[in-house]
């Protein structure tokens, strides 16, 4: 042993490297298939094996080349490689983390410093460094070589078929059912782990990779996946997986994990490597339950007997209003500094979307702005520009955030992204192009001070960590003039806090407990909260019944809300008839809301059963002009005819069939029964 060779400080690193990418990929394969009991103790091993990552990095990056005991060949490069290794072992680890948090187990990097090493974890190691110790490092690297080997030749593409090391049951739909030992055609390889493959009775799904060995005919592969078998089975083997529904989870994964499109535009210089899918649109079309016209509807109470959030004040004649722990004004500000994608994408929106975020989950309704720029800034983004007439409320960068929940990491998350259509084959998609979190509390529950804020953005989604929007700007630098100039280069969103007047919160307060929207229709809504009260507590005749109430305005307004050009079209029709009102009429509560009820019917309740007013597309800029003309062109004859029953008589209009639901308002149907959404 004496005459054995000392290894060097790069080499040490080099190994603890191998050995956590050993257990890495242990924990991927236990964690495919995990049995009931076992979700939390694998949460706990990733938490463990990251932070043992992020230490071996750590002591990657004081390594110096002096400190080695004899010369090596390409030490930069060797450095380089090892880092790329070890943050690849990290962003793995930190995908396991969000697979296993299903039940309410934190995803904070914050808490990896909370969780101690396991004991017997610690004795397994030393075990093995013992063992391995008796080895020579001829031996190890030849292992390792093998090891690299059989993956290349496992993901090398033309190699098709592969077999089965361990049974798997289909974790959701779309994944494939197999059992061990069963041979599988591969039709793609994708780079996320999950592949495409066939079975003998032509069914198709996806399928794990670490399940999966390359078969030969005669047999050779057999025995080269007899050392996986036995780990494969003690979690694979028979274990029943629950089916994931939850459409939270289900946008996350896709927006982590199945990024090819976005590769093969990061591929082609299309996008900047940080880029990914966006995480709030695909929440937006997974569930209902992200829109603001779900938190606009009244909550009921556990006992499912009264109303949390709506209660009448009889004195008054009118609701109560409501504060809540969060009641704030955001203004947008500008984006500086946003990458620009390549000529391959047309950019067909560039906007802002903003929710209330504690972290791990998204606790309010997302909202979204988009933003204005100009051909000789191309990469600065603008808010609430100056037009003439009523703003747009897409464009208006005001926003008030409304909220009652507890945690106390609660804060608010900015993602900025782009609608775009690729020029050569014609595909849509949402990008994230970066976020931001803002905290509205300190660690002490303070709220923090009303002042504008410069926020760094983030590359890839709220749920990775390290990851930068345009990697070839990078935030390290050897000293601190570097740091300064790249950081005069990174993508920045400017935003302002602003505290609310006694006036302002009293307004605010007559909305939902958690609530985010545009300020400039914060008055449509408050009509709106009236009008539901005065249906649901004063005119009722008995607070048990649960019959349909007969009232278009509160059947289709929260329509408007997921149709802003409708909106701003009762915003319009509002305006209009506001300016010929006098004085004291503007300070009677009850005629103002009789005469909202009377500007509603004549406005936007036609237009919403009109077969005139196409469907309501995202970043359609044809459907966006022909629903805008439609809306022009009735708001027009409307003030010309003093109403719009005479556009309703006309022979030359056409609407939707009747609907009893166009006029019944069951709010047992549109209730929010859980608020935690």
């Known amino acids: 042993m004496s005459g054995r060779r000392a290894r060097g400080p790069l080499q040490r690193v080099q190994r603890r490297s191998r050995e956590l990418q050993a257990q890495v990929e242990a924990v991927r394969v236990e964690s495919a298939a995990p049995a009931p009991g076992q979700r939390k103790a694998l949460w706990q091993r990733c938490m463990q094996l990251k932070k043992l990552v992020d230490e071996n990095r750590n002591a990657l990056h004081d390594l110096k080349k002096a400190d080695e005991p004899a010369p090596v060949g390409n030490y930069n490069l060797r450095k380089e490689e090892e880092e790329k290794l070890l943050l690849k072992l990290s962003q793995q680890l930190q995908k396991l983390v969000l697979v296993l948090d299903q039940d309410n187990v934190t995803t904070n ?9 396991d004991p017997q974890t610690e004795d397994e190691n030393e075990e093995e460094d013992e063992s391995e110790d008796e080895e020579s490092s001829e031996e190890e690297d030849s292992e ?20 089965a090391v361990g049974n798997f049951n289909a974790q959701q739909e779309g994944d494939l059912t197999f059992t061990k030992g069963e041979v599988l055609l591969i039709h793609d390889k994708k780079v996320d782990g999950w592949w495409v493959a066939e079975n ?22 057999q025995e080269q996946s007899d050392e996986h078998i036995e780990v494969v089975d003690e979690t694979a083997d028979g274990t029943e997986i629950k089916k994931r529904t939850d459409s939270h989870w289900s946008a996350v994964r896709t927006a982590i994990t199945e990024n090819d499109t976005v590769e093969v535009l990061a591929t082609i210089g299309a996008v900047p490597a940080g880029f990914r899918l966006s995480t709030l649109f695909q929440l937006l079309e997974e569930g209902y339950q992200f829109r603001a016209s779900y938190f606009l509807q009244p909550e009921l109470t556990p006992s499912q007997l009264a109303f949390k959030d709506l209660v009448w004040n009889s004195e008054k004649n009118t609701i ?27 950019v067909l929106s560039r906007h802002v979307r903003l929710c209330l975020f504690d972290g791990n989950r998204v606790l309010s309704n997302i909202h979204t702005v988009r933003a204005t720029w100009q051909p000789k ?119 302002k806090l602003r505290s609310l007047c006694a006036q302002s919160k009293d307004i605010l307060n007559l909305l939902p407990e958690t609530l985010i929207g545009s300020m400039c229709y914060i008055h449509l809504l408050i009509f709106y909260r009236q009008i539901l009260g005065d249906a649901l507590l004063k005119d009722r005749i008995s607070m048990q019944s ?112 009747f609907d009893i639901s166009e006029l019944a308002y069951d709010f047992l149907e549109v209730r929010k029964n859980n608020p935690e959404v």
């Open 144 to 163: 390792e070589a093998d090891d690299d080997d059989e993956d290349k030749l496992l993901d090398d593409p033309n190699v098709k078929k592969c077999i």
């Open 109 to 117: 990097y914050a808490a990896d410093e909370e969780h101690q090493k």
């Open 546 to 657: 649960t019959d349909l109430i007969c009232n278009p305005i509160l059947t289709t307004f929260p329509q408007l809300m997921d149709q802003p050009d409708l909106m701003d079209a009762l915003r319009s029709a509002w305006a209009d008839r506001e300016r010929t009102l006098k004085r004291s009429e503007k300070r009677d509560g009850e005629f103002l809301k009789s005469l909202f009820v009377l500007v509603y019917h004549d406005s936007v309740f036609p237009l919403l059963q009109s077969t005139f007013l196409p469907d309501y597309k995202w970043a359609e800029e044809e459907s966006e002009a022909s629903r805008w003309k439609a809306i022009a062109d009735f708001l027009k004859k409307s003030r010309e005819n003093d109403g719009a029953l005479q556009y309703l008589l006309s022979p030359e209009n056409t609407h939707r069939a």
């Open 377 to 495: 800034n191309p990469q600065t983004w603008t808010f609430s520009p100056r037009v003439t007439g009523i703003l747009p409320s897409l464009l208006d960068g005001d926003c008030f955030v409304r909220s009652n929940s507890v945690p106390s990491d609660i804060g608010i998350l900015f993602e900025l992204g782009i609608t775009y259509i690729h020029n050569s084959t014609g595909e849509r998609g949402e990008l994230s192009c970066g976020w931001a979190f803002l905290k509205l509390f300190t660690s002490n529950g303070i709220p923090v001070p009303s002042k504008m804020y410069e926020l760094l953005l983030n590359g890839g989604t709220p749920y990775e960590r390290g990851v930068e929007v345009d990697p070839s700007i990078s935030r390290r630098g050897s000293g601190v003039f570097h740091q300064f100039i790249t950081l005069k280069k990174q993508p920045v969103l400017v935003v």
């Open 320 to 346: 109560y209003p409501r504060p809540t722990r969060v009641s704030l004004i955001v203004t947008l500000c500008s984006c500086k500094m946003i990458p620009l994608p390549g000529v391959s994408i047309q």
């Open 200 to 221: 003998s009775k032509g069914e198709r799904g996806l399928v794990p990779r670490t399940y999966l060995a390359v078969h030969n005919e005669d047999g050779e592969s």
